[in-house]
């Protein structure tokens, strides 16, 4: 059934998709039209391309430092309720300080916050949205067929020394994810061989694995009092490429709280190329 919204009233299905990069966006279009809603994607550029564009009703784009204008496109659009997706790299943040010019409502907000953790943006930006009467709806109101399920998914299953290992990284990957540092964590011999940070999950992946150099374990989990509106841990076909070119062979991923993108050909990478995927949940 579609997610009530409360859209314009030229249209009440309107739904406006705030997109990064990766596949996500792509998926999360496809499933909302599925449902019923008339989907109006916005990509943020950087680093979002124009993918999006076959896929939705409607399709804008805007610069990632433009906050006000994106404020201002919702408003002119009459959109109402919208749901982000998609990875937005903090990195840019840093890195490409010609490409994004903040807007006055941009500079405004970053200089509001207490710190640049990737929660705390977050919440900063639903909050403006909510005051101008924009309903951010949970990413997972529109995937739920993609999200891990409890259990062994994959052909090969994990080794009493896996699931140690799961076990030992487990409540560090949440701590970690409650320290709003990361959600992946890279283990081998009850031994952390690298946490995510600000580089991203595949490169952490690549990071850890070439310590352990082979038989990693990748765990990924939610934060503690995860807000499904952003920031929804995924993997994808490159998440399992990255372990390959490790030889990483289990990853582990909190049941219900996170998404597959693909999900049957990710199974069917996963058994091609012997890796062990388990869905594990826990009480945080």
Known sequence: MPVKTSGSSDNPDKLGLIAGMGGLPLTLAAEAKKMGHYVVAIALQPPAD????????EFHKINLGRFGGLLSLLKKLSITNVVMAGKVPKTLLYENKTTIIPDLK??????????HSDDTIMSAVVRELEKKGITVHNTTDFTKDLLVTEGIMTRRKPTEKDLGDINFGWNIAKKIGGLDIGQTIVVKNLAVMAIEAIEGTDQAISRGGKLAEKGAVIIKVSKPQQDMRFDVPVVGIQTLRSMNNVSARVLALEAGKCIILDKEE????ADTTGITVVGVKKSD
């Open 50 to 57: 124009e993918s999006l564009k076959p896929v939705s009703d």
């Open 106 to 115: 941009a500079v405004k907000l970053l200089f509001s916050l207490k710190n």
């Open 266 to 269: 990710f199974i069917r990478e």
